[in-house]
């Protein structure tokens, strides 16, 4: 017996493409790439500062210095630029 394919015509008939609304998709995307990116610099800064720190003849001021610079050169490329348009 054949499945009714009625109701699943109809509604490929009635889809048009880019009528979508993605302002969830769209939201929830740069959550995740801010998420990424400032997540990845925490996570280079407290691998720059512990592997300095606990280095053979380091110490937590250097290591301290280091990842202080580390932080705000990744914040200064990092952060969001204004549209141009």
């Given at each position: 017996?054949?499945?009714?394919?009625?109701?699943?015509?109809?509604?490929a008939?009635?889809?048009?493409?880019?009528?979508?609304?993605?302002?969830?998709?769209?939201?929830?995307?740069?959550?995740?790439?801010?998420?990424s990116?400032?997540?990845?610099l925490?996570?280079?800064?407290?691998?720059?500062?512990?592997?300095?720190?606990?280095?053979p003849?380091?110490?937590?001021?250097?290591?301290?210095?280091?990842?202080?610079?580390?932080?705000?050169?990744g914040?200064?490329?990092?952060?969001?630029?204004?549209?141009?348009?």
């Amino acid at each position: 017996m054949a499945a009714d394919t009625h109701e699943a015509d109809h509604d490929a008939e009635a889809y048009l493409k880019g009528t979508q609304e993605i302002t969830e998709q769209v939201a929830t995307w740069n959550l995740f790439m801010g998420l990424s990116k400032w997540g990845s610099l925490s996570i280079a800064v407290a691998v720059l500062l512990f592997t300095m720190w606990f280095m053979p003849n380091g110490g937590f001021f250097p290591a301290l210095i280091a990842s202080v610079v580390l932080a705000v050169a990744g914040w200064w490329f990092l952060r969001s630029k204004p549209a141009d348009h």
